[in-house]
């Protein structure tokens, strides 16, 4: 059991390490445009990704990084994009909001709020007639559940039993307004009913809680019972956006997210199973030393050329 926590700790880790890095990068210059990270919100793509199979396809949001590491992409590639280098898994092309790795089963984030979860349920679709079993999972905030195209998806994939796994990731906040001045009625989860899904609360700063949840959603959907809804539990130690100032924060608050926060509770549960502190504190300077290899070689790579603009377009 320890040792898979000890996993689950490094994927956080990786994910922790990375958006720090991102979000120096992007102070430093390296990174242009606009950047929103997932820190504090690293055990649901973690704990998410690990039910899933390679067949499967995964739907993100712009605070998607998290999720195509947890999903396999090396941090390489990964930085090379950010930073607009030819080695990136876009060329360079996508940025932080807009890459895709479908070879990894990431197909993308999404910059209009919502859109993935039409998305997947055409992903959905296909995975019915093509034979391979597919399930997708789209990933949303809690601001994109009152988004029309949303409420679509979920009816559509609960009308024709479609794959589909709907996560939402509640951080209480619709980027800067507190959900619970946006909502009548405090759990999201409670409108599966209404499409005729199931729908659960789960504690998303537990990875371990996230995948029996997820594994379970995944497994009725690929053996034909139709979408579940997933609303999952956390709360981001970052702003909404790189620059965000956050004076919508309560006094106190962020002391308490600190206490709850999924790496700081994870590393308290070890410590208290008996695992020594040497090593849990050699996981994260593990993940830091590979996550600075990997931005290091990243920035030595070369900018994407100008001239390939035109290259994976048609008309």
């Not at 210059?29 to 606009?34: F, Q, R, T």
């Not at 739907?59 to 990084?65: D, K, P």
């Not at 941090?75 to 990136?88: D, N, S």
């Not at 599966?192 to 029996?212: I, L, Q, S, T, W």
Request: with cysteine; glycine share 12%.
């Amino acid at each position: 059991m320890s040792e898979r926590r000890l996993a689950d700790l490094l994927a956080m880790w990786r994910i922790r390490a990375f958006e720090e890095k991102v979000r120096d990068l992007r102070l430093e210059g390296p990174i242009v445009g606009s950047v929103h990270l997932c820190i504090g919100q690293e055990a649901i793509p973690v704990g998410a990704c690990d039910a899933l199979e390679a067949e499967d396809a995964l739907f993100a949001t712009y605070r998607g990084h998290g999720w195509a590491l947890a999903r396999g992409v090396p941090a390489e590639p990964l930085f090379a994009e950010l930073m607009g280098r030819a080695t990136g898994v876009n060329g360079g092309r996508g940025g932080s909001a807009y890459f895709t790795a479908a070879e990894y089963g990431f197909h993308g984030e999404n910059s209009i709020v919502g859109a993935g979860a039409p998305i997947a349920c055409g992903a959905a679709l296909a995975g019915r007639f093509d034979g391979s079993g597919r399930v997708a999972v789209t990933v949303f905030g809690d601001g994109a559940m009152n988004q029309g195209a949303v409420h679509e998806a979920m009816n559509f994939a609960a009308a024709f039993d479609l794959p589909v796994v709907f996560v939402c990731e509640n951080n209480r906040y619709s980027e800067l307004t507190p959900i619970a001045d946006m909502v009548r009625g405090g759990r999201l989860a409670d409108r599966a009913a209404a499409y005729g899904m199931p729908g659960h609360r789960v504690d998303g700063n537990d990875a371990e809680a996230v995948r029996f949840h997820v594994r379970d959603a995944v497994e009725v959907a690929r053996e034909g019972g139709g979408p579940t809804l997933l609303e999952c539990m956390t709360e981001r130690i970052s702003g909404h956006y790189i620059g965000d100032a956050e004076s919508y924060r309560r006094p106190g608050e962020m002391d308490r997210i600190m206490r709850r926060e999924p790496i700081a509770r994870l590393c308290e549960g070890l410590l208290a199973d008996g695992v020594p502190a040497a090593e849990i504190d050699a996981v994260e300077s593990r993940a830091r030393a590979e996550t600075e290899a990997a931005a290091a070689a990243a920035l030595a790579a070369p900018l994407a050329d100008p001239a390939t603009v035109m290259e994976h377009l048609y008309a």
